[in-house]
């Protein structure tokens, strides 16, 4: 019999996760929950509210604050909402990357996003990515897969991905090294470390288009729902 499976999508930082999640959750008829949008939604309130200065947050009142947050999605586009605002655009820009990795290391808000991400998943039937949803999050998940791709492949695609929309004045310097400083950052902070699962079908997908990553991982997919 085939059952609703969760699906855990973890790597370093634009390797191509949410595209391969979103894509897969498309197919199978799943939920896609991208964690990383929770983390970047949750700097973006903090930084409106001024308690960014440049290096860390004001703990005291983040901590305090931090009941006032609410990130949801909106179920038609899939866009990112922050106590009902679409911010899908204003999270994905290189001014609340750094933020958003500082942010993801303090404890009480793993706390409060871990919690709700497990809500989101419970039922099975989801596609999440992120950095700890193997690991952490998730750690029954009937599959998980731990993407990566060159960082010189990754650094390319986030800049592809930048002067898309529009971009035109941040270097393939800065996205390298917004990359650089980040990948260091989630690999060593203390609490939920990216790491690679020990059960984790590792996919490597530098040389892998968009369509032929889906394939492979489709039929992983399809493979595990009938166990
Ligand atoms: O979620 P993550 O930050 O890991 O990456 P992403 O936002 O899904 O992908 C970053 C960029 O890489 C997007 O513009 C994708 O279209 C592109 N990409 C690609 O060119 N080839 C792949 N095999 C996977 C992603
Ligand atoms: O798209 P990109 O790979 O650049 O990053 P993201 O997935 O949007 O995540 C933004 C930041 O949130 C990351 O740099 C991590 O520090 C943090 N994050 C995390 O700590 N745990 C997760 N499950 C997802 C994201």
């Known amino acids: 019999s085939t059952k609703q499976i969760q699906i ?10 949410s595209t391969l999640a979103r894509a897969l959750a498309k197919e199978l008829g799943y939920t896609y929950v ?15 509210r001024g308690l960014w200065d440049g290096e860390q947050f004001e703990l005291d009142k983040l ?3 931090l009941d006032g947050v609410l990130v949801t999605f909106d179920p038609k586009t899939g866009h990112t909402l922050l106590n009902g605002e679409d911010v899908e655009s204003e999270i994905r820009t290189l001014e609340v ?17 871990v919690a709700q991400q497990r809500r989101l998943g ?4 989801i596609v999440m990515d992120g950095r700890d949803i ?11 897969i731990f993407l990566t791709a060159s960082p010189k492949v990754r650094a390319q695609r986030r800049y592809d991905e930048l002067r898309g929309k529009g971009d035109q004045t941040t270097t393939m310097e800065m996205v ?44 992983i997919a399809r493979e595990r729902e009938q166990k």
Do not use: W
């Open 176 to 219: 390298s090294a917004d990359l650089a400083d980040r990948d260091y950052r989630d690999s060593h902070r203390a609490i939920n470390p990216l790491r690679q699962a020990e059960d984790a079908v590792v996919i490597d997908n530098s040389e892998l288009t968009i369509d032929e990553q889906t394939q492979v991982a489709l039929q």
């Open 134 to 144: 193997g690991t952490a999050v998730f750690p029954e998940a009937e599959l998980k």
């Open 63 to 65: 901590r305090e604050e």
């Open 8 to 17: 855990a999508i973890d790597g370093y930082s634009a390797c191509g996760k």
């Open 97 to 113: 990357s750094r933020p958003a990795s500082v942010v993801a290391s303090y404890d009480f808000v793993r706390t409060m996003l």
């Open 122 to 125: 419970e039922a099975g039937g």
């Open 34 to 48: 991208d964690s990383g949008a929770m983390y970047r939604a949750v700097a973006l309130f903090a930084m409106r």
